[in-house]
């Protein structure tokens, strides 16, 4: 509250004309305790005794007459009189109080930080504490202005501070509010609330007067002398310059004051041009709104602007005018938010949480423009109001409201249907998720009235009793508002265009629905259950449930989920009808139906040539599953239902990854700990996994690999015909890798054969088959699955000797190098070192290592089959060798291939029978002959092409590499020679470099 230190001009000026002394005569003492001679504002509730009749009228006289009125109404009013008008027109309720210090009445509270602070904190119960702790003095009440001084209790950071608070009021309502405390907030400070508690609590324990103006009647001229000059002496610094202000205007005879009839009054109440409202601080409330906006949504903003939201909507409730009021300085403040214009100028979209507080400050104006209570020419005026802020360029529109651009529906029909009744579709905009939320403040409504309201039940019980009978036989409010969800709930309605305005329509129907679930269903309430799920199945166009259902309808597996688990102990047919028609999803059917009218699954477009683009898909389709899991749930033990069920995922469910969850659902449910498999359940969960790898053969997904080892994990649980039958047509759901790899792997290990508790036969059956499989996947991808095929056919000579003729055959043209080194190096490891050797010098056939590629990855495989051919024996060196020479250019390899050929006899490591004579090859005859010279002309051409571009970060590098090719030409018989003459040869042409020349010189001579 902006609390003001200067008290606020008088209303109205007071005079008395025709005043005489004779009025006087039987008047009070001055000094009189607010509730005399009549009952006082407490007592009415603490006694028996009825009211006198100058109690009943004064109050009733309070409440609804500015005092003004009361004056001209009367020529004179006896004291007493006004005396009781006066006490009563102080407000009697604490809510309103509580009301305009505190965001919302018992729940929770945020400062203006935004930070969350302790109840305690807020202003209505520090108000009640410093009341309670007898902070609260010199309570004055002088007409309709009450005023004292309120002590705030010194703290460990704050010293005591003391506040002078005054309040003025009019007709049970707070209208002025003034505190020295210099705080400035939307709501009443603690003080303020402390000395109207005060007032409201223990209105005995006031002191009452008349308006100042009536006791200044009662002076007579020297009184008021008096009166005057004591008031200027004891405020003579503040008062004196004002003073005498006043008194030169009063004396000079042209002066404004002397035009004006009487004087004004602070005391003296309202006029009767006044509005009657509490008091709200217009400016503040400007200020915060427009501080929250600022913050952009950080720091708890856009929740502050959501409890001002809250309270707006509180205000309303209490039928308080300053709920339009406020709700327009709101909307004021958001109209003027520069975020708008930047928008448009950049061409994008408000932030969600931004569109949020849209939403709901169209839905507060929806509130005030259809309240009956307020009239014809306040509507008119918002209306006007409304529209002129609509016609503001940077007004935002609401999203998803696409209703012209849509056909009407009826002429999109098929005829055949229409005969059955149905005509038209009322709103094709949907009431579950409109911007208003029709549906969910009829709900509400009508669940407050039924259950009592915020007030509780007993204080509206005679409400309620009266309206059960008249809204019809039988019916209660809260049946009303069931009925009423379950309508708008079912409405088949279009999905709405734009990412918000979609999640909107999930968002409303999740918070409806959670709103149902809190209500317990009785008997009244199934039966209801019962007759609306009936008519959504019957009603046409009209139902999302219905059997006509159009291409961009919102689907109904959220709203099917809730009826089916709620319908589903009392009528579990027309639970699982309801279930099952709502698993449609039509916006993924490739093509509409045509031309059969009698089958119950109709789809059509509203607009044949609109594609829309729904955000919420991934949501929706998670709903679909959810849906059809709880149905796969349920129907456990049911072998029809079960079929039934199944026969729907497969229909509807496009997704591969949600019909997967689904069959791991299944597998879950089928294969509890606590009892024997579900097999009918099981055989589910199995058919849904064999449909999910039939999707994903052809097809990227990431989980891919987890779904093949899941399926092999359920069909060894079905037992060993389901695994027989997915070896049998594994082309039609795995890749050969996957078969071989996987599927043929797993079955033939001893976890599976122990799982299942095979005997040898069976054993061997089912091994039979993995070898099949095996062998097909070989001929089909040998590049990856020659290996796996080798590896399962160990013990099968047969086979094995044929998967080794199917490597063999796509050596030449199927198979890379490093595939054929894998099932060489294998070999080896097995025990077939002839058929190693073979395979590898087939490697080398595809292999091509440049002058550059010393880290090639297949430098090792090359040494490997090099150490192989010289272990059999010198035969077989001779014939890798020319394959080495002419697939490796790189020196350094050559070098390390020749060094570790001259090391050792050939055959003496050899890993068979067969022994060499023992001894060294010589360097000087094939075939290390053809490979000695093969690596000195590797080293010479590699020094040219170093030498081409090199630079001199590089020349030590060079050194050493020309030092290691002196070490490889010292091999020949010859190679001083031919290295001396190599380094002449390279001082001739490179002699520019001469920096790197004379290095060579130094080390090379």
């Known amino acids: 509250m902006a609390e003001r230190v200067q008290q606020p001009p008088a209303k109205r000026l007071c005079c008395r004309p025709g005043y005489n002394a004779a009025c006087r005569q039987g008047q009070r003492a001055a000094g009189a305790q607010c509730g005399g001679s009549g009952a006082t504002q407490g007592e009415s509730s603490k006694t028996q005794n009825p009211e006198t009749l100058l109690d009943i009228a004064a109050r009733k006289v309070a409440e609804k007459w500015p005092f003004q009125r009361v004056e001209e109404r009367f020529e004179r009013i006896p004291e007493p009189v006004q005396r009781r008008i006066v006490y009563w027109s102080f407000p009697r309720s604490e809510r309103e109080i509580c009301m305009y210090s505190s965001f919302n009445t018992g729940g929770e509270e945020i400062g203006s930080s935004g930070e969350s602070s302790d109840e305690t904190r807020l202003p209505f119960r520090r108000g009640i504490a410093l009341l309670e702790s007898g902070c609260v003095d010199n309570v004055l009440q002088v007409g309709f202005h009450l005023s004292g001084t309120v002590r705030e209790p010194a703290t460990s950071s704050e010293p005591e501070l003391l506040c002078n608070v005054s309040v003025s009021f009019d007709r049970c309502k707070i209208t002025a509010v003034t505190c020295g405390c210099g705080n400035k907030d939307i709501f009443y400070c603690a003080h303020v609330v402390a000395l109207s508690l005060y007032r409201v609590r223990k209105p005995e324990q006031v002191k009452l007067r008349l308006p100042i103006s009536e006791t200044l009647f009662q002076m007579n001229r020297d009184q008021l002398q008096k009166f005057v000059q004591y008031l200027i002496t004891v405020h003579h610094t503040e008062v004196l310059p004002t003073a005498q202000k006043l008194a030169d205007e009063i004396l000079s005879q042209n002066s404004e004051i002397n035009q004006v009839h009487g004087a004004p009054d602070p005391t003296a109440g309202a006029s009767v041009d006044d509005e009657n409202c509490w008091h709200l601080d217009e400016e503040q409330v400007q200020e915060q709104v427009k501080l929250f906006l600022s913050q952009g949504g950080y720091h708890g903003s856009g929740k502050q602007l959501n409890l001002l939201f809250s309270k707006v909507r509180e205000m309303l409730k209490m039928r308080d005018s300053n709920g339009a009021r406020m709700l327009t300085l709101i909307t004021e403040q958001f109209m003027g938010d520069p975020r708008l214009a930047l928008w448009r100028q950049q061409g994008t979209t408000m932030t969600d949480k931004y569109r949020q507080l849209w939403d709901e400050l169209g839905a507060l104006w929806m509130c005030i423009v259809l309240n009956p209570h307020y009239k014809p020419e306040q509507k008119g005026f918002w209306l006007r109001q409304l529209r002129r802020w609509n016609s503001v360029d940077v007004c935002p529109l609401e999203d998803g409201n696409h209703g012209s651009e849509l056909t009407n529906l009826t002429n999109a029909l098929p005829q055949e249907l229409l005969h059955k009744g149905i005509t038209s579709v009322t709103n094709l905009e949907g009431w579950v998720g409109h911007p208003l939320d029709p549906i969910g403040t009829l709900f509400s409504t009508l669940m407050e009235t039924g259950r009592g309201g915020e007030d509780g039940a007993a204080a509206l019980l005679d409400f309620s009793e009266q309206h059960v009978t008249a809204v019809a036989e039988g019916d209660t409010f809260v049946s009303l508002a069931v009925e009423t969800a379950l309508i708008g709930l079912g409405q088949q309605r279009v999905m709405p265009d734009g990412l918000y305005a979609q999640e909107k329509v999930c968002r409303n129907e999740e918070q409806l629905l959670a709103k149902l679930q809190e209500v317990d269903l009785d008997h009244t309430l199934v039966k209801i259950f019962r007759k609306q799920a ?52 039509p916006v993924l059917e490739s093509t509409s139906p045509s031309g059969d009218f009698s089958r119950p699954q109709h789809i059509v477009s509203v607009v044949p040539n609109r594609l829309p683009r729904w955000f919420t898909l991934s949501h929706i389709e998670t709903q679909q599953c959810e849906l059809a899991s709880t149905m796969l749930t349920a129907a456990k033990g049911d072998a029809r239902k079960l079929e039934t069920v199944l026969e729907s995922i497969q229909k509807n469910i496009h997704s591969s990854s949600h019909i997967f969850k689904l069959a791991q659902d299944a597998f879950k449910i089928a294969t509890l700990m606590d009892s024997l498999p579900d097999i009918t359940l099981l055989k589910v969960s199995l058919e849904l996994g064999l449909q999910v790898m039939r999707m994903t053969l052809s097809t990227l997904n990431w989980r891919r690999r987890e779904m093949v080892r899941w399926l092999v994990t359920c069909a060894t649980e079905a037992g060993v015909f389901a695994l027989d039958s997915i070896m049998q047509s594994w082309f039609t759901l795995f890749t050969p890798t996957e078969a071989t790899s996987v599927v043929a792997t797993t079955v033939m290990s001893n976890s599976t054969i122990v799982r299942l508790h095979l005997d040898c036969h069976q054993q061997e059956n089912l091994a039979n088959s993995a070898r099949t499989l095996a062998l097909q996947c070989a001929m089909k991808d040998p590049q990856n699955c020659a290996l796996s095929a080798l590896t399962l056919c160990e013990k099968d000579h047969i086979a094995f000797e044929t998967a080794y003729q199917i490597v063999l055959d796509a050596a030449a043209t199927g198979m890379n190098y490093t595939q054929l080194f894998t099932i060489a190096r294998y070999m080896e490891h097995r025990g ?68 570790r050929c001259t090391l050792t006899t050939p055959g003496m490591v050899a890993l068979h029978s067969r022994r060499n004579s023992g001894k060294l090859m010589p ?57 001396t003459q190599f380094i002449d040869n390279l001082k001739q042409i490179y002699k520019g470099k001469k920096k790197l020349m004379m290095l060579v010189r130094e080390r090379f001579g």
């Open 923 to 979: 360097l000087e005859k094939a075939p290390l002959r053809q490979l000695l010279d093969a690596t000195i002309g590797a080293y010479i051409n590699t020094t040219h092409s170093r030498l081409t571009h090199i630079s001199p970060r590089h020349y030590s590098e060079f050194i050493e590499f020309l030092s290691k090719a002196r070490e490889t030409f010292l091999m020949a018989h010859d190679g001083h020679i031919q290295f």
């Open 534 to 585: 009936t008519s959504l199945l019957e009603a046409g166009p009209y139902s999302g449930l219905g059997e006509l259902l159009y291409r961009e309808s919102v689907p109904m597996h959220t709203f099917a989920k809730y009826l089916f688990t709620s319908l589903l102990p009392h009528d579990a047919e027309l639970a699982y009808k309801i279930a099952l028609r709502a698993m449609r999803l």
């Open 832 to 899: 077939y070192p002839m058929r190693a050797y073979k395979l590898a010098t087939l490697a080398m056939t595809h292999l091509n290592l440049s002058y550059n590629q010393d880290t090639h990855p297949a430098i090792n495989d090359v040494l490997w089959a090099c150490a192989l051919s010289h272990s059999l024996g010198k035969n077989e060196l001779a014939s890798v060798i020319p394959l080495v020479v002419k697939s490796v250019k790189c020196a350094t390899v050559l070098s390390d291939i020749l060094r």
